[in-house]
């Protein structure tokens, strides 16, 4: 195999962010395969510093406008844990159901809209308005469905309003969940049922790649984590939340303005395939026979199918969603006001999955409420490392195809991950000096 | 034919171009009066010419600057979506530290590799021909600016305070309720969404024209904030405020 290839994609498409994916093989020998974060920095410390325990999650909720829920859930868990602010159940139920809502929101997003078109052959979700209506209206659906639950709970699903410290400043009517349960009900289990004959149909051109990586996720014993648990790694078990920055390590690489993370491995992988194989067993029996029937095995350990895993998620999150509001209305909703007299001040560790991984913050606050240091870790910078080595492993393999084939498959990888690049450079994660 | 409308993005959480992916009932029918021909977060397609470019984000890198200059060399109409783009958002925090400071404490000696600058608005670089305020950018003034634009019409620029839409949707004032709100000083048009839900306004749609800062600031700090805490209140969304 004596092969020239020169392969630099400038702002891979359909991501959020900026990337670059570059690949250099001379006579047969890889000498580079990588994913190059090019997104401006944000610098978060300069917004976060002396700021007043009422706005960690408003600013961090500004780190990423998609996955703007879960920061806000990791931000306020530390920021109580930091304070001893004790939180109500129904704050616990309302805050899982507007996970819930995210996620679906942003899997049904990313496996539509952004990774379908490879799937039939298009460059966009547009062309498909024509060609497959019925799809793109039903997708379309099942998003708004998905944002209204967080239009309802938490004023708006992007930059949510209502979540504060110790609570929440406005409670959702019965008549509100009602309605929202009707709709998940009668509108979203069908949609999301359909979603899988679709994507069976399409499971035969997601490419076949398999590498065996760590897979790390929280794990809980009461339910598929995502609001709670304690740090999972398919290669060392579990671990609590307090020892989070060994399993990620973060390193500078000089190609990429995000960090990137490491732990038993070289690399690491989180998201929904990760928490599909460390999980899977307490995923809702519809959702994980679903999984398998689009070609999910346990484990699995091909990358592309982390959109797959993703879909079986939407399915799950849906059906929790429907046993949190019958919950919630049998306990009957209680108008409280939020905790927030702190009992002290200190430093406060929280995790939280979000579409893309497991998300870490860690704030620590003086005696007047203000953060004295934070620090945040987020999924698509612990993916980037597992991103180049998938492509070091499946550039060699694909080598003989058309070069359009070989670009094909990468931007196909990393869309696969769904990486989320303006998270990736928040940039929060240092000391301050004073 | 349809105006060729382009998307693009610069420093930023890309919250509000994912709040137009959000338009799940008015998109297809959006479709039918526009044609997009570039939106890198959503198609692979480019294209040379725009009648209306839809910028969201802060400058915040050389390449940015760059950037911003040539699509609007290639734009009839640019309209800024957003905080970040519009004013500079809270990007524009950081612009209180010395650059060098700021590189050096999260890239350490790496901080050459990635150069920045100032985060500003898009309006320190290029003419914007219309604005979408909010954090996210306020769904329903994006849908009127862009039906404006396509009716031929000149969008009306909200003058009025947030306290004028709270009051109107009968909501007790915040500050009655023992917290402390932007709203007397920031630019109206959210329909006051964040007080309807019980929160404060946090001032993300930027100020009026010619807001009483002193006025503001003495307000904050008869309900308990000191003076520094109540210019960081203000400086959250509104750090290039030449007001502040």
Known sequence: MTKDLNINVQHLTRVEGHGNIVVNMKNGKLEKARLEIVEAPRFFEAMLKGRSFHEAHIITSRICGICSLGHQIASLKATEHALGLEVSEQTILLRKLLIHGATIQS???????????????????????????????????????????????????????????????HIPSVKELENLKKRLVEQMVPDALNTVETMVALAES????????????????????????????????????????????????????????????????????????????????????????????????NPYMNTIAQVAEAIHCTLDAI??????????????RPNQAPVQFGT??????????????????????????ANCIIPTGQNLGNIDDDMVKLVPEIIQEPKEKIVLNLEMLVRAYDPCISCSVHILDVDFIE | MKPKVAVFDFTGCEGCELNKLNFEDELLAL?????????????????????????????????????????????????????????????????????????????????????????????????????????PMTKNEFLKILTSILMGKKPIKPTHAVCVECKLNENECVYDKGMV????????????????????????????????????????????????????RLELFNYENQAL
């Open chain 1, 348 to 373: 406060g560790v929280a995790a939280t999955e979000v579409p893309r991984g497991i998300l870490y913050h860690e704030y620590t606050y003086n005696q007047q409420g203000q953060i004295e240091k």
């Open chain 1, 107 to 169: 899997n049904i997003l990313h496996a539509y809209f952004l990774a379908t078109p490879d799937l039939l052959g298009v460059g966009s979700v547009f062309p498909l308005i024509s060609s497959h209506k019925d799809v793109v209206v039903r997708a379309l659906r099942m998003k708004k469905l998905a944002n209204d639950i967080g239009d309802t709970v938490s004023g708006r699903a992007v930059h949510p309003i209502t979540l504060v410290p110790g609570g929440f400043t």
């Open chain 2, 181 to 232: 709100c932007l709203g007397p000083i920031t630019r109206g048009g959210c329909d006051s969404l964040c007080t309807n839900f019980g929160q404060y306004c946090t001032g993300c749609r930027g100020l009026v024209d010619e807001p009483d800062v002193e006025a503001m600031l003495a307000i904050l700090n008869r309900h308990g904030l000191s003076i520094v805490e109540a210019k960081k």
């Open chain 2, 31 to 135: 479709l039918e009066h526009i044609d997009i021909v570039e939106w890198r977060e959503a198609m692979d397609d480019k294209s040379d010419h725009y009648t209306i470019a839809i910028v969201e984000g802060s400058i915040s890198t050389p390449d940015c600057v760059e950037r911003i200059h040539d699509i609007r060399n290639r734009s009839e109409i640019l309209i800024a979506l957003g905080a970040c783009a519009v004013q500079g958002g809270m990007n524009a925090m950081k612009n209180q530290y010395p650059l060098e400071q700021v590189r050096e404490e999260v890239y350490g000696c790496h901080k050459d590799l990635f150069p920045t600058l100032p985060a500003l608005p898009l309006s320190r670089y290029v003419r914007v021909d219309y604005e979408v305020r909010g954090c």
């Open chain 1, 206 to 301: 997601v490419p076949s790649f398999n590498r065996e990586t760590e897979y790390i996720s929280l794990h809980s014993d009461s339910e598929y984590a995502l609001y709670d648990g304690d740090i999972y790694s398919s290669d060392t078990g579990r671990s609590p939340i307090e020892k989070y920055l060994n399993m990620t390590n973060e390193f500078v690489v000089p190609y990429s303005t995000s960090k990137h993370a490491k732990h038993n491995r070289d690399s690491l992988m989180v998201g929904a395939l990760a928490r599909w194989n460390n999980n899977y067993k307490q995923m809702h029996d519809i959702a994980k026979n679903a999984g398998l029937r689009m070609g999910l095995t346990t484990p699995c350990t």
């Open chain 1, 323 to 336: 046993d949190i509001i019958d919950r919630l209305l049998s306990k009957g909703l209680k108008n409280e």
